[in-house]
């Protein structure tokens, strides 16, 4: 944002049109007036953009002083507890928060090791490689890239037929 803030109004895109304009309509500004005109329209910009970013800069400023790194409920009072009753009352578990974690936990092993299995059998992981260090994000960036992946795309994904 600051980037933004501080670019001079001559290089934004409104100006440099209205600039533009001044220029076609030379028969409607004078030669005198048109250095006015380009210090009015920087005005402009500097009241009309230049000063809301600014106290949109103060505004995040204060908020990184008081933002923490401990995300998540728990950190608030009975925020553990509470985590707990929204898992009862979102889902269908009896589980607790700790036991859906294990068997998050659980689940990635073994989808890991069916992983390694299928792709060591195919020849495409090496010794001591796993699955998602040799394709690192390989769910997450082909279920939300281009619908249409490239070949060169394609190639990298692991084979799923045998």
Not at 12 to 25: K, T, Y
Not at 112 to 132: F, N, V
Request: net charge positive; proline share 7%.
């Amino acid at each position: 944002m600051r980037g933004f803030a501080a670019k001079t109004a001559a290089g934004e895109p409104a100006v440099r049109e209205l600039q533009r304009q001044g220029r076609s309509a030379s028969r409607i500004v004078s030669a005198e007036d048109k250095p006015a005109l380009k210090a009015r329209c920087q005005k402009r910009w500097s009241e009309w953009c230049g000063r809301p970013y600014g106290k949109l800069i103060a505004f995040f400023e204060g908020q990184l002083t008081r933002a923490t790194t401990d995300d998540g409920v728990w950190k608030l009072p009975d925020g553990a507890a509470f985590y707990a009753w929204r898992l009862r009352q979102q889902t269908t578990t009896n589980m607790t928060p700790e036991q859906v974690h294990a068997l998050g936990l659980a689940e990635v092993a073994r989808i890991d090791a069916q992983m390694r299995t299928i792709l060591s059998a195919q020849g495409q992981l090496q010794a001591g490689e796993t699955p998602r260090k040799r394709w690192p994000g390989w769910p997450r960036t082909r279920a939300f890239s281009t619908p249409t992946p490239t070949k060169a795309a394609r190639r990298r994904w692991p084979s799923t037929s045998g």
